[in-house]
């Protein structure tokens, strides 16, 4: 993929451990973080391991139901590892009871998508660039904002961006 140039796609459905955060996700992320990996590694480490059992995860990813409709104190965040089609519920360890981890299923379908490069903060033209290349595909979106982080955070991350799409 190459870096900021959109593109049609087609992902598969997707099992996905996640964990849902409110507010800020500069400030609230690291227990949801805590409880979303513990849980995964729980099962990848103490469930499938000693079953002889290798457990591929995918990379994080987010969805932003409410991003910028709504003052940035006040976002819903859903944070999701996927995770192999074998995973249960019951596989997974609960480490906050305060923080549920669940399994979804993120659907599948027509996505646009875009390789993003730079900081979280300086997203928003090549969102914009996204969502006109969108319309002028014949396309409007359907479904929330999703973000899948390929590294750090930092001046340099690099981060597809992609929205469930549906022709017009």
Known sequence: MKAFVPRITKL?????VTVTSFGDPNKVMEPYM???YGAVYWAKMGVYKPKGVKMELGKLTARWPDAHLKPKS???????VPVPDYVKPSDLKQKDPKIKVTIETWKGGEYTEVLYIGAYADEGPTIK???E???ESGYKLFGPHEEEYLSRP???AKTIIRNLIEKQ
């Not at 598969?12 to 996905?16: A, E, I, L, M, S």
């Not at 006040?74 to 999701?80: C, K, S």
């Open 12 to 16: 598969p459905d997707r099992k996905v």
């Open 34 to 36: 805590k409880a979303l």
């Open 74 to 80: 006040e976002w819903t965040g859903i944070w999701g």
């Open 129 to 131: 660039a996204l969502h």
């Open 133 to 135: 290349f969108i319309k």
């Open 154 to 156: 930092g001046p340099k």
